[in-house]
């Protein structure tokens, strides 16, 4: 399994940034996709889930409707749109499996995007 | 939205001594639960799922139990690699949650 996410910039605050990852080595389209980021220092912040056919999707609260997550899959990727960035969304973003009930069981590097003028 | 607490924020321990970390969320998840190790400059890796399920490759050294608001991470016998921040993470119907994490630093 192999999770490789890109897209990750420096963006003034109130830009927009679309991030992808890239997955190999598993059967795409059987499997839900998560994002989650990591702001600097701090624990992981779970983001969104897609299921495997992209019919459904959900997000973190705290997003309040700017970010939307989609899959294309018959090239193998998830992308996550970004819109009115804001400082506190600065993190390291991670696109992730689904395992079970519960869990995600492979992660990416993560790709780094930074909000600041 | 649930809340999850771990203790105790830092564990200071020994290799070779039992290593046990507490997840409570404040209000029932049933068995949702996993639990991930996180190492400086690496992405968390999946321990235990659902629970109790050790993830594929997981040494039998790692532990999960518990179920509803109470769950605990049992690491029987620390090797030096495991001394890290230990996440625990929940799913309430479609959404999910991390808690501030454990770190178990060496004493």
């Known amino acids: 399994v192999q999770l490789v996410e890109s897209g990750g910039v420096v963006v003034q605050p109130g830009g927009s940034l679309r991030l992808s990852c890239a997955a190999s080595?598993?059967?795409?389209?059987?499997?839900?996709m998560h994002w989650m980021r990591q702001p600097p220092g701090k624990g992981p912040e779970w983001v969104s889930l897609?299921?495997?056919?992209?019919?459904?999707?959900h997000y973190a609260d705290s997003l309040k409707g700017r970010f939307t997550t989609s899959r294309d899959n018959s090239k193998n990727s998830l992308y996550l749109q970004m819109n009115s960035l804001r400082s506190e969304d600065t993190a390291l973003y991670y696109c992730?499996?689904?395992?079970?009930?519960?869990?995600?069981?492979?992660w990416g590097q993560g790709t780094l995007v930074t909000v600041s003028s | 939205d649930i809340v999850l607490t771990q203790s105790p924020a830092t564990l200071s321990l020994s290799p070779g001594q039992r290593a046990t970390l507490s997840c409570r969320a404040s209000?029932?998840?049933?068995?949702?639960l996993s639990w991930y190790q996180q190492k400086p400059g690496q992405s968390p890796r999946l321990l235990i799922y659902?629970?109790?399920n050790r993830a594929t490759g997981i040494p039998a050294r790692f532990s999960g139990s518990g179920s509803g608001t109470e769950f605990t991470l049992t690491i029987g016998s620390l090797e030096p690699e495991d001394f890290a921040v230990y996440y625990c993470?929940?799913?309430?119907?479609?959404?999910?949650?991390f808690g501030p994490g454990t770190k178990v630093d060496i004493k």
């Open positions: 993470q929940v799913r309430d119907n479609w959404l999910f949650t």
């Open positions: 659902d629970a109790s």
């Open positions: 080595g598993f059967k795409f389209d059987d499997y839900t």
């Open positions: 992730g499996r689904g395992s079970g009930s519960s869990g995600i069981d492979s």
């Open positions: 209000q029932s998840v049933r068995t949702y």
């Open positions: 897609i299921t495997y056919n992209g019919g459904y999707k």
